[in-house]
């Protein structure tokens, strides 16, 4: 089986270029400058006409989205238990992953690409004030979730929990007091500590800051 990534240095692929590093999976990436408007370009679009990352081709077919990326890796490839075991914990995972992405993702995007979504310097700043307040609220919305866990899904590390290391490190980037959500802290901690997450960090050439 082929696998490439197209990614971003610190993007929402991160996540799934964790996973893949995690699977033990061979896999290449393909690095998409998107400060450079890459993600735009004709040869990029042709893999992913919504012109963002991150997208992975196995065998010649286009995955796009995280939580589709994620869950192929870990629910179709369980000898690197990255994928709760029981169903229960597995529809946990989907449903954690989808209200990432469809919820605290928009969020920060509503802060940090607010052109996208309204016209006028005015309501581009009301908007960048109530989307920070709104990020803030979902990551200790998700620190509670956290509470008395070690892993975010079931008893063991699964890809939810590199997916949840994205949105910490972008509190970092917007100055949140990040280390106040003490449980949120404590699982990036140990995710940190990972080795394919250190390799993939090295990789992307990034920090938490």
């Known amino acids: 089986m082929a696998m490439k ?18 699977s033990g999976l061979p896999y290449e990436t393909q690095l998409i400058k998107t400060s ?3 993600q735009r370009k004709p040869e990029y679009l042709a893999i992913n006409p919504r012109g963002r990352v991150p997208a992975l081709v196995v065998d010649g077919h286009v995955l796009t989205e995280n939580v589709g990326i994620l869950t192929f ?5 369980p000898k690197a ?3 709760p075991k029981d169903t229960f914990h597995q529809a946990m995972a989907v ?5 990432i992405s469809n919820t ?14 309204i016209d006028g310097d005015a309501p581009r700043e009301a908007l960048k004030t109530k989307a920070k307040s709104n990020y803030e609220g979902y990551l200790r919305e998700i620190d509670g979730l956290l509470a008395g866990r070690k892993w ?26 990040m280390r106040e ?26 920090t938490m800051a």
């Not at 990534?5 to 995690?22: D, F, K, T, V």
């Not at 079931?154 to 949140?176: A, E, M, S």
């Not at 003490?182 to 992307?204: G, H, I, T």
């Open 73 to 77: 890796i870990a629910g179709g490839h």
């Open 5 to 22: 990534l197209y990614y971003a240095p610190g993007a929402c692929s991160l996540a799934s270029h964790i996973a893949l590093e995690e």
């Open 81 to 83: 238990n990255l994928w």
């Open 152 to 177: 975010a899904i079931g008893d063991h590390y699964t890809v939810v929990d590199g997916y949840l290391l994205v949105f910490y490190r972008w509190g970092n980037r917007i100055q949140l007091p």
């Open 104 to 117: 605290v993702h928009p969020a920060f995007a509503q802060y940090f690409r607010t052109e996208r979504y």
């Open 181 to 206: 959500l003490k449980n949120y802290s404590a699982l990036v901690d140990r995710v940190l500590a990972r080795p394919a997450v250190k390799k993939v960090m090295a990789d992307e050439g990034i």
């Open 36 to 38: 450079e408007g890459e």
């Open 95 to 99: 449903s954690t992953m989808a209200w």
